[in-house]
């Protein structure tokens, strides 16, 4: 941008309290601009529900209209991409939907073109490509000037760049909250000339505080002096003065938040040849890190783990330290990490000692992590669990989890790079293991195959197992067995999944492979000589998961 203000106003909570007051939101943004703001951050979804969109644009266009001072000076940075249903919070980054918010976003503040115009949020179901190309096609039509991503991470930039030019980031940023610093997203903007800007650099107003000897106005001006624009939200015009205050930041500040000294300080590594490694070994749950993890404890490696030690990942911080400053040159971390901001804390430590820092990555793809989290759970417990089982036994056994953890990491993972501070990062494709048995069997989806008597004939003359599986949502399990034994003729073992529908809450819904691994280990099967019958796309999804082979309805009839 050509304009970059020092400090802004989060005009947020002028809108989205339930006690908000409109003269009262005027005044305090003419505060804040009598004061030397220059920069107001508002969002069509700054509102109340889904009625109400657009209330903050409004109220900032009307606070502008009635103010005495230079308008022209003033940057307006708006958003889009975020709706309020029922006052809800739901993404929408589809062309189509900001193509409609950005034309409503003009009307809202009374102007021809948004000075800065950003994307809200990323839409797990949009592409963040599709996204930008949208708002760079709105650029092109000449009603954005610049464009911006909000809640963005370094590669999500660096793909949004691809497709247009960023002119802005803003996450959330201050003395309370270093991940931006962490993960390098605040270098990284500096290093390609992209403003980055800090909202909740106090913390936010949902988060507890801690105390501070530091003054409001010394912890905005350290916010700033690393590079950001801090935009704090203010609810009154006194607020809004002192929000606008920036002084010169204790020098002693940096000592009380350590990812500043990295990043104005930042050491130069250790030499790759030093004596001592810490190797960070991550992946997803049930990735296989605990197998994996054992060729460094046997070369005499300390190994730190959560889950064998309980706690969080913040809470092997210390221990690694401890352990490194006791003489131990060698140390491994398998954990999951999938944030950079939590490897960077290992970064800085080992460096602290002089200690090289090597990444492996189990690269297990989620279908594999899929079935060794049932394998691991039929290990230990006989069977799969309940969903109310796995929510009871949460932070009890970090191994018993429901199927939506693997995709929470994946929508947090950020791939481990160089840059870090690694001295390699090696990528490890999953190995499977032996199978459990040797038996075949076939596997009837009952609900898809018809016993016709070229079926029944079919099944009687199988040498193998037969099997079923059925999903029953509303009925009695033992019952559609018994009813399936009947009605084939054949001593059948069926397994069926009584959950309800939607996204999937066990591990017994196709394509989910846990039925396929409870018949894998009762039967003593070989995953490659079991043949599902069944043509569905769950049921093409659940073989593959398994290892198993499949076979169409109308071959098997």
């Known amino acids: 941008m050509e304009r970059v203000p020092r400090i802004g106003l989060g005009c947020m909570r002028l809108s989205t309290l339930p006690d908000r007051d409109r003269r009262r939101g005027i005044a305090t943004v003419h505060a804040a601009l009598d004061a030397g703001v220059r920069l107001l951050d508002t969002s069509d979804a700054y509102c109340l529900d889904h009625a109400d969109v657009g209330h903050n644009e409004r109220l900032i266009r009307d606070a502008l209209q009635s103010w005495s001072g230079d308008v022209g000076e003033v940057v307006v940075a708006t958003k889009g991409g975020l709706t309020r249903p029922r006052g809800n919070w739901v993404p929408d980054g589809r062309g189509k939907h900001l193509k409609a918010a950005c034309a409503a976003s003009l009307v809202a503040l009374g102007v021809d073109q948004i000075e ?50 960023i002119a802005s980031v803003q996450v959330s940023f201050g003395p309370y909250d270093d991940t931006a610093i962490r993960n390098g997203l605040l270098e990284f903007c500096a290093n390609n000339h ?19 000897p530091y003054t409001r106005a010394q912890m905005l001006g350290w916010t700033a002096s690393l590079g950001a624009i801090p935009i704090p939200g203010a609810r009154s015009p006194e607020h809004a003065t002192i929000n606008a205050v920036l002084d010169d930041p204790d020098p002693a500040m940096d000592a009380s938040y350590p990812a500043a000294q990295w990043m104005r300080n930042r ?13 960070i070994l991550m992946g997803m749950p049930a990735s ?21 030690r309980g706690g969080t990942l913040a809470a092997l911080l210390p221990l690694l330290d401890e352990g490194l400053a006791s003489g131990k040159r060698h140390a491994v971390l398998d954990n999951t990490y999938p944030q950079r901001s939590k490897r960077n804390r290992i970064v800085e430590i080992a460096w602290r000692h002089g200690i090289p820092v090597r990444c492996v990555w189990l690269q297990t793809t989620l279908e594999e ?42 929508r947090e993972l950020e791939a481990p790079r160089e840059d870090e501070g690694f001295a390699c990062v090696d990528r490890i494709p999953f190995t499977r293991f032996e199978p459990p048995g040797s038996g075949s069997a076939i596997l009837l989806d009952l609900d898809a195959v018809r016993p016709t008597e070229a079926a029944k004939s079919r099944l009687l003359a199988y040498d193998g ?26 001593d059948m073992d069926v397994e069926t999944c009584v959950h309800p529908p939607g996204a999937p809450i066990c ?39 398994c290892g198993f082979a499949i076979t169409s309805v109308e071959s098997w009839n």
């Open 116 to 165: 800065l115009y950003q994307l809200h949020t990323l839409d797990p179901k949009t592409k963040i490509s599709t996204s930008v190309r949208a708002l760079a096609k709105l650029q092109k039509d000449g009603l954005i000037r610049h464009i911006g991503l909000c809640n963005v991470r370094v590669h999500e930039v660096e793909e949004a760049l691809q497709h247009a030019r």
């Open 194 to 212: 992209i403003a980055f800007i800090a909202h909740s650099p106090m913390g936010g107003y949902r988060r507890r505080r801690r105390k501070s």
């Open 267 to 279: 050491p130069s590594p250790p030499s790759a040849d030093a004596d001592g490694e810490v190797t």
């Open 288 to 308: 296989g890190k605990t197998s994996a993890v054992l060729p460094w404890v046997d070369r005499g490696y300390f190994r730190l783990n959560r889950d064998k």
């Open 369 to 410: 992590a899929q079935r060794n989290a049932c394998e691991r759970m039929i290990g230990r417990y006989g069977r799969l669990l309940t969903p109310a089982e796995m929510k009871k036994s949460a932070g009890v056994d970090p191994n018993s989890f429901p199927p939506r953890v693997l995709h929470h990491y994946l």
């Open 465 to 490: 197992i037969a099997l079923g599986m059925t999903w029953i949502p509303k009925g009695d399990p033992d019952a559609a067995a018994e009813a399936a034994r009947a009605t084939w003729g054949v």
């Open 507 to 545: 591990w017994c819904r196709r394509p989910l492979p846990g039925i396929g691994v409870v018949f894998t280990h009762r039967h003593g099967l070989d995953p490659a000589k079991v043949t599902v019958i069944g043509d569905s796309t769950s049921n093409k999804g659940f073989a593959r998961r």
